[in-house]
């Protein structure tokens, strides 16, 4: 079947499916309809604002649906309209019905942000960089009614550098995801890809983000600390609490260079500076000592350390009362 004949319904809301759903675009497939999450207030101004992909489908004269709920009549019979022959998800935000499922010719192909069956759910490139993993991907599913439990059509296995932030591996993973999917629908739809089913002992839950998630101690792990940080940066933010005071961590490294570090020091209690000047700013870890990149203070701007290590004092807390 030549792609510009295959009527594909694409679902899905952030950059990551914006990505995948441009892939398709230029690969000329035959987008009939994009689904995605309704508009929602952004900023301090709470301004609405269409998802990526509500941007990407309107440039390219593409109609869009944004339903409450995949769970009405409406919602199935408007779907139902579109007489898609395949429906393509990525980060779309919701489970789909198996009344919806049950619609398009050549079924629901998800793409998903790690190696199923680790990681089903709604943040698993967040908790794949807060749990520390070296290694995640992209999976290629036939959606079933269960959150990412469908059988495996294909996988894409991704590196995570040990610095790396969410909005970095993510779109990584994006472009991934984005390259093989073309390929990946004119093999499904020729039938000459199989599929494996998941092994359930194997799976991991990575349900969403909660804002108390961004919160940490400076007797933890530094890389413990970092791992947070990294993976938390957009949204909540890893921070620290001093009575009312809340700073905020917001890029660093686990400090390697231990020559930075003064001897009488280096035995500090938790949470104290043990190095502050120039672009190091360092701080006493429960295991190790992370060096804060970028910060804000309670009530300040984001800043470089570099334009803020002058302002603490090698031998203090980091956090004074």
Not at 214 to 222: I, K, L, P, R, S
């Amino acid at each position: 079947m030549d792609r510009r004949d295959l009527k594909i319904v694409f679902m899905g809301t952030p950059e990551f499916a914006q990505t995948n759903l441009k892939a398709l675009i230029d690969g000329g497939f035959n987008i009939t309809a994009v689904l995605c999450q309704p508009d929602k207030p952004v900023g301090r101004k709470h301004i609405l604002t269409a998802p990526p992909v509500k941007v990407t489908a309107l440039e390219n004269g593409i109609e869009v649906y944004q339903p409450d709920t995949l769970r009405s009549d409406e919602a199935l019979e408007k779907i139902s309209g579109y007489n898609a022959d395949l429906i393509v998800t990525a980060a779309y935000g919701k489970i789909l019905p198996k009344a919806v499922l049950d619609l398009p010719k050549y079924g629901c192909i998800n793409c998903h942000g790690s190696l199923l069956p680790a990681r089903r759910g709604s943040a698993p490139v967040q908790r794949a960089i807060l749990e520390g993993d070296k290694v995640t991907g992209i999976t290629f599913m036939k959606m079933d009614e269960g959150m990412d439990t469908g059988d495996i059509i294909d996988k894409i296995e991704v590196a995570i550098d040990p610095n790396e932030h969410t909005e970095s591996l993510m779109n990584r993973l994006a472009l991934a995801s984005a390259e093989k999917l073309p390929s990946i629908i004119d093999s499904w739809i020729k039938g000459e890809l199989s599929t494996t089913k998941q092994d359930d002992s194997l799976a991991t839950a990575c349900p969403p983000i909660r804002p108390e998630e961004g919160e940490f101690t400076w007797d933890q792990d530094a890389e413990d600390i970092h791992n947070r940080v990294r993976a938390l940066s957009a949204w909540p933010g890893a921070f620290v609490m001093k009575g009312e005071n809340k700073l905020k961590v917001l890029d660093s490294e686990v400090a390697e260079d231990m020559t930075l570090i003064p001897e009488e020091l280096k035995d500090s209690e938790p949470g104290t500076v043990v190095k502050a000047k120039g672009e190091n700013l360092i701080v006493k870890c429960g295991k190790g000592f992370l060096k804060i990149k970028e910060l804000q203070v309670p009530g300040g701007k984001r800043l470089a350390s570099r334009d803020c290590a002058h302002n603490f004092t090698a031998g203090k807390p980091v956090m004074q009362e």
